[in-house]
Nanobody, 123 residues
Framework: QVQLVESGGGSVQAGESLRLSCTAS????????LGWFRQAPGQEREAVAV???????RYAEFVEGRFTISRDNAKNTLYLQISNLKPEDTAMYYC?????????????????WGQGTQVTVSS
């Protein structure tokens, strides 16, 4: 059974940085594509960044160079480094996994989801 557990969220001031982590278990991690998604209060969940099983990355337009997605297959861990946090980045951040290749910023491509980690940014 695929399990994803996010960590690293918290309450920070605008301009600070955070690194979110997502640790996986229960499957051949290296063969899966992974993604970060977020959902702000009262908003629909949206894609942030994805990294496919070959290491290729893709970002949502709003990222503006502030987010970096990476993966460590030896540790079965996915990361999202966020710099210069803004209040509008406040959201629950979820990691997700899709078997095989996927580089689309499309939620429907991802079958497995974590429970999320909350990021709150105050001005």
């Amino acid at each position: 059974q695929v399990q994803l557990v996010e960590s690293g969220g918290g309450s920070v001031q605008a301009g600070e940085s955070l690194r979110l982590s997502c640790t996986a278990s229960g499957y051949n991690y290296g063969s899966y594509s992974l993604g970060w998604f977020r959902q702000a209060p009262g908003q629909e969940r949206e894609a942030v960044a994805v990294i496919d099983n070959y290491g290729g990355t893709r970002y949502a337009e709003f990222v503006e160079g502030r987010f970096t997605i990476s993966r460590d297959n030896a540790k079965n861990t996915l990361y999202l480094q966020i710099s210069n946090l803004k209040p509008e980045d406040t959201a629950m951040y979820y990691c997700a996994a899709a078997r095989g290749f996927s580089n689309a910023l499309v939620q429907g491509n991802y079958k497995y989801w974590g429970q999320g980690t909350q990021v709150t940014v105050s001005s």
